[in-house]
């Protein structure tokens, strides 16, 4: 008998939400570890958290989907982080928000870095006399970011150099960051208009980048780069009226101006760093002011400037005067670095809420503890993704499209919910338009995992398949700056079934012996997949009655093999004693052997369970269950359900429902038995069966001697030949004696003639 079971790896549980709320972490001087809070906010801003660990605010998050991060930029959490799921162990400060309300807050900011070559660090091939690159600012960039991306520099925020972006910046890069330069000339620009006129295509690699969205970060003399490449208008970078922070150290105190923009949300650093910094324009938003400096006359410039709009060409230049990048290592003040991380992070500050969430219909036993959002790797079964934008603003944004790129492992299905979306290949777009102020767009669509017969299943090889990717591009109306919010943590975890197979064989004999014999079965079982089946469970029914088949064209009756005619059952005795019953409850021919017993002393290893049930049998070769009890009624469950349309309770027989519990069955896993036991069998003497039948009907007894009677049965005639109307042949038995040979023959009495020379006994 086959056995086929299959088991899920389990993964986290997830908890339900019950109550709203966040983590709020702060930034100011409340903070006890900034660095600790920067490299969590980091971190699932750029690796969505999608597996929960806590109650997650309904408003903000999805159970098994991404989960953002926030940047609250107004109100009396301006500047902290907000995180809307709890967190169970902190190395900073975090508090608790049971009350928070993001329908309160009038600006937010949502944190995603999509990651892969997300920052771009520019480093100039052209060099000093000493052969050092003239972006001397350039690694002061690097040592910042390897706080919070150590495991992935260079991946996600690398080198780029001047003479590679001629042709153009990668697509994926969402920030560039131009570091100050070594200065040289009259007014300390010589080096940068030399990049300039050097490599004059870095204008239009510029000029493209920005108006895909992109955003520049400069700081002291590096964004006149872009005057010298004439992106931006002259004079927006003066480097002839010189600002320095006050002694001794040249940290500059700074007022903030915007204080909806992260460079605002700075407390922990007195001022910038502030050495030769260039004087920027007024015409552009001021974010900082600096409140004091080494020359008075310098108080009330502007710190650090925003160009936003058709001046930044459709995307946005921030521009900070000194060198605070520098200044986290030249001098004391060790949270300079704090400007920079804000400056750089703004390049991924949206004013969108893009997330989404997939659910599966998938369901397993509870013991598997499995979330829906996972899909089997052998079937076919329907997902769905739900995308919710939401405007964190207080503007409209406009010309929203919202973009899916599902994998090609699945199949588009529909769209229920939602506007009506444009399907091209893999490219699933919705155009939303204009989102209102706190306004909330959600947008459900279906995917379809292919059927088994599919060659795609056989390219599964991770426990997870990416479902697809997101974006969403829109236009902010205060700048009209195009903003792109790139997502691409959306998971499902892919379920290879445990494929255990355990075939429960007998060592082959006949019962032609006609004597007391046992029959040893053992169960093989082998996991034929790579994952390992839990709380596996074997169940074996050991037949007490056993069912018993003719085997053609021998004829001759076994316990039970392929195809045959089912002859009758031998009633067991359910009795456990070891070694031998102590009473009989079938004993057909007399001799105090039972007819059929299970030997417990022989089950190895020992069941976990064991009980007497009631089953129909079953019988694979003729796809029906048997009429044990001859009547013509056969039991019937049309759709294997367990329950029966045709109940025959003549046609039930007694097995033991033997259960071990296996437990772990790791990949590829096999027993050679897992598990053993007898089975005793006491057949029938089949002629003392014939001749018992043959006195009970009173039929001619020939020359036997009176003792040899045989035994009578009710059931005899099913052990019987019977003819095409199933009716028992009636035959004589002849002993004979020809030659040597001395034995019995069945002979029709008007068609048997002997041969010239037989010696027949009748």
């Avoid at 925003?306 to 200044?327: M, R």
Wanted: proline share 7%.
């Amino acid at each position: 008998m086959l056995k086929f079971l299959s088991a899920a790896i389990t993964i986290m549980a997830v908890l339900t939400i019950s109550t709203a709320g966040v983590v709020e972490i702060p930034l100011d001087s409340t903070q006890s570890n900034i660095t600790n809070a920067y490299i969590f906010a980091w971190r699932v801003a750029t690796e969505n958290q999608w597996i929960r660990t806590g109650n997650v605010d309904p408003k903000l998050g999805y159970e098994y989907g991404e989960l953002p991060i926030l940047w609250i930029a107004s109100g009396p959490m301006r500047g902290s982080f907000v995180y809307p799921d709890s967190i169970t162990r902190s190395t900073f400060t975090v508090t608790w928000n049971g009350s928070f309300d993001i329908d309160r807050v009038n600006r937010a900011y949502s944190i995603s870095v999509p990651g892969y070559k997300a920052i771009a660090v520019l480093k100039s091939t052209i060099t000093d006399p000493l052969g050092q690159s003239v972006t001397w600012e350039a690694p002061y960039f690097r040592n910042i970011l390897q706080r919070f991306v150590p495991d992935h520099l260079p991946d996600w925020a690398f080198y780029v150099y001047d003479s590679s972006l001629a042709s153009s910046i990668d697509w994926r890069t969402r920030v560039l960051v131009i570091p100050s330069f070594i200065e040289y000339g009259i007014d300390g620009g010589d080096y940068i208009r030399d990049v300039a006129t050097t490599y004059p295509s870095l204008a239009t690699a510029i000029q493209d980048f920005l108006e895909d969205g992109g955003i520049v970060y400069a700081e002291g003399n590096g964004g006149y780069l872009l005057e010298a490449l004439g992106l931006i208008p002259v004079g927006t970078v003066d480097l002839t009226d010189r600002v320095n922070g006050p002694m001794p150290d040249q940290i500059a105190p700074v007022a903030v101006v915007d204080s909806s923009h992260p460079l605002g949300f700075v407390w922990q650093s007195g001022g910038i760093y502030t050495v030769g910094a260039p004087t920027l324009s007024t015409r552009y938003n001021t974010i900082l002011t600096y409140t004091s400096a080494w020359d008075s006359t310098d108080v009330g410039k502007p710190a650090a400037i925003e160009i936003t709009g058709p001046d930044a060409h459709g995307g946005k230049i921030v521009l900070v005067a000194g060198i605070p990048a520098a200044g986290a290592v030249q001098t004391s003040d060790h949270t300079q670095w704090l400007w920079t991380a804000n400056g750089i992070l703004y390049g991924f500050c949206h004013k969108m809420l893009h997330q989404r969430k997939i659910h599966s219909p998938v369901v397993l036993p509870e013991s598997t503890h499995v979330a829906p959002f996972a899909i089997p790797a052998d079937d076919s079964v329907t997902v769905t993704i739900t995308v919710r934008i939401r405007n964190l603003w207080d503007e409209n944004l406009t010309n929203t499209m919202v973009y899916e790129y599902k994998n090609s492992y699945l199949d588009y299905v529909d769209c229920p919910s939602g506007p009506s979306p444009t399907v091209s290949g893999n490219t699933i777009s919705w155009n939303i338009g204009t989102v209102a102020p706190g306004a909330t767009t959600v947008i459900q669509y279906r995917l379809r995992t292919p059927p088994y017969t599919d060659p795609r299943t056989g390219t599964l090889t991770s426990d997870y398949l990416s479902v697809s990717t997101g974006t969403a591009r829109f236009y902010e109306s205060s700048c009209n700056r195009r903003d792109i919010d790139y997502r691409h943590d959306l998971w499902a975890r892919v379920l290879f079934s445990a494929h255990i197979i355990a075939d429960a064989d007998l060592n082959w004999k006949n019962i032609l012996g006609e004597y007391f014999q046992p029959f040893k079965i053992f169960c093989t079982m082998e996991n034929k997949e790579r994952t390992s089946a839990l709380e596996t469970k074997y169940v074996q029914l050991v037949p007490l009655d056993v069912p018993i088949y003719w085997v053609g064209p021998s004829e001759i009756p076994i316990i039970r093999t392929p195809g045959g005619r089912f002859v009758d059952v031998l009633r067991g005795t359910a009795d456990s004693t070891p070694g031998f019953p102590t009473t009989v409850e079938y004993d057909i021919d007399g001799d105090g052997d039972p007819d059929a017993w299970l030997d417990f002393s022989t089950i190895h290893p020992r069941p976990d369970s064991v009980q007497l049930v009631q089953v129909y049998w079953f019988n694979p070769w003729s796809n029906s269950y048997e009429d044990i009890d001859h009547d013509g009624i056969r039991p019937v469950d049309s759709d294997g359900d367990g329950v029966f349309e045709v109940t025959d309770p003549g046609d039930l027989i007694r097995a033991w429902r033997l259960v071990w519990n296996v437990g772990q069955v790791g990949g590829h896993q096999w027993f050679d038995p897992y598990a053993s036991w007898e089975l005793w069998i006491d057949p029938p003497p089949l002629i003392d069966m014939a001749i018992g039948a043959a006195h009970h009907l009173g039929l001619d007894p020939g020359d036997r001697p009176p003792s040899d009677t045989g035994y009578y049965y009710p059931n005899w005639r099913w052990w019987m030949e019977r003819d095409a109307s199933d009716n028992v042949v009636f035959v004589r038995m002849i002993k004979m004696k020809h030659g040597s040979y001395e034995g019995f023959r069945f002979v029709a009495d008007t068609s048997y003639r002997p041969a010239p020379g037989d010696t027949i006994e009748t």
